[in-house]
Each structure stands twice: as structure tokens, then as C-alpha cells.
């Protein structure tokens, strides 16, 4: 959806036209005297209303129950982690 801009005495007199446009996807640019000073963007649903809305259309299946742990793929010998393997590796 496009960008718009608004003063912010547009805003006051006009928040609701506003919000419905948020509400559909837009972003609102909000000016000072010309000049750009905030943005209302529209709110990112949660991770659960997303994997909801994709079992609804149907691109994803999911049991709804947590996978199995699984044995590690490497081990270390000695007392040293594979973490700090990895930090030591990246100094």
C-alpha cells in the first residue's frame, strides 16, 4: 500500500480516516511544519495469527505438537562446549 502524509493538525482533525487507512496497509508519514517527525505503521500480526492464517489457506500442516529432541550432531571432547568453540573460532 502507498505511503501518506499528514500534518500533524490533519491528524488531529482526522484520526480515524487515518487509522482505517493503517488498518488497510498504509504508512503514514507525520510532518512538523513541513518536516517529517514520526510514522504510524500498520502492526505486524502475531506469529500465531500468521501460522493460523497459513493452515487456513492451506500452505502449511502442522500436528500441533512439538518435534522430538534429536541427538547433537557434533560433540567436543574434554570440558570445552561447542559454544565456546564457536565464540573462540570467531575472535
Do not use: N
Not at 38 to 60: D, H, K
Request: aromatic share 2%; no cysteine.
Amino acid at each position: 500500500m502507498a505511503q501518506m502524509t499528514a500534518s500533524i493538525r490533519e491528524l488531529k482533525s482526522q484520526l480515524s480516516r487515518y487509522l482505517r487507512q493503517v488498518k488497510s496497509g498504509a504508512t503514514i508519514v507525520i510532518t512538523e511544519r513541513g518536516k517529517p517527525v514520526a510514522r504510524i505503521v500498520p502492526l505486524e500480526p502475531s506469529l500465531e495469527t500468521r501460522l493460523q492464517e497459513l493452515i487456513e489457506a492451506g500452505q502449511i500442516a502442522w500436528s500441533g505438537r512439538k518435534l522430538a529432541p534429536r541427538p547433537p550432531v557434533a560433540q567436543t571432547q574434554g570440558e570445552r562446549t561447542v559454544a565456546d568453540l564457536l565464540l573462540e573460532d570467531r575472535e
